[in-house]
């Protein structure tokens, strides 16, 4: 008999209760390797946790999931392919969005409103590499054909099962995975091990990807909203160097000569040629403020 005390975690027992609730309509919120998310198995159950968390409806889920089933659902070209399964190599938790066969019978048991909500432009997403307790459960999705969707965490009154295994070894400095979208090659979400898979893309693939600008500068960690901060950032700085500089009162236009650039519209021409109504060369220091401008708003 066993001295052994301390608290019972069994990841594949514990997989197949989830699975057990996930199968009858109910909702689990599991422990993954970046901290913890809220799952379902139908679209009755989605939707009362997309209403539990009063979640937009534009905000959608992924499939949860493991490499075997990445390599089954999503379709990739020879490259593409052979980063994900670097990816799975290294262990990295990742969020792959990828292409998917919408004729798989997994997809197909989605429905149209799940499926609406789970992709984008073609693409799924799903979270590889997740931890032990998320592989067997989606090894179970698999073998059962039946889809298990991420909602992300964490409405635990929602819940009709909660697997408790404390903090999670990846939940810094971002409770959420890294998302990299495999069809447009860019970054979706900077999230756990984002250094780790900013290297290995630069490393094998001379994949440049950003830094991370930290949850002091982008709390939420979507690329898409840190792309939406520069380009307001970027437009306040030029709205107010325009009030204070009579020369970026106009964008910079690209003139037909030479490829220099002026910061007026041309007036009518003359014999043919354009009248420009500022000397070339003060259109280049214009030109080269509005470059200026955009590398004080963008360092990196």
């Known amino acids: 008999m066993s001295s052994e005390q301390g608290p019972d975690i069994d990841p594949i027992r514990d997989a197949r209760r ?9 909702l689990a919120i599991i422990p993954v390797n970046v901290g913890y998310a809220i799952c379902a198995g139908d679209s009755i159950a989605l939707e009362r946790a997309f209403q539990t968390k009063q979640r937009k409806p534009h905000k959608g889920h992924a499939m949860m999931g493991r490499y075997a089933l990445h390599k089954e659902i999503h379709t990739l070209p020879p490259r593409e392919a052979g980063m994900t399964k670097l ?95 495999f069809k447009n090659m860019k970054l979706l979400r900077y999230g756990a091990c984002y250094d780790v898979v900013k290297d290995t893309l630069k490393r094998w693939y001379g994949i440049e990807l950003p830094e991370d600008p930290g949850k002091d500068g982008l709390f939420s960690g979507h690329a898409v909203e840190a792309m939406n901060k520069y380009r307001l950032t970027y437009e306040s700085a030029i709205t107010k160097m325009r009030r204070s500089c009579p020369l970026l009162r106009q964008e910079p236009h690209s003139t037909p000569r030479s490829g220099h650039a002026s910061i007026f519209r041309k007036t009518q021409p003359t014999s043919g040629n354009a009248i420009w109504s500022l000397p070339r060369r003060r259109a280049h220091l214009t030109k080269l403020a509005f470059d200026m401008a955009k590398l004080l708003c963008n360092p990196s």
């Open 18 to 26: 989830i699975f057990d609730v996930l199968s009858k309509g109910g």
């Open 87 to 181: 990816v799975h190599d290294l262990d990295l938790p990742l969020g792959l969005v990828a292409p998917f066969k919408q004729d798989h019978p997994m997809i197909r048991k989605l429905g149209a409103e799940t499926l609406e909500r789970s992709s984008i432009e073609g693409t799924m997403a799903m979270l590889v590499n997740g931890g032990q307790l998320q592989d067997e459960l989606a090894r179970l999705a698999l073998e059962a054909g039946t889809p298990v969707m991420d909602i992300e965490p964490q409405i635990l009154e929602a819940a009709d099962i909660v697997i408790d295994y404390g903090r999670q070894k990846y939940n810094t400095p971002r409770t959420s995975s890294t998302m990299f979208d």
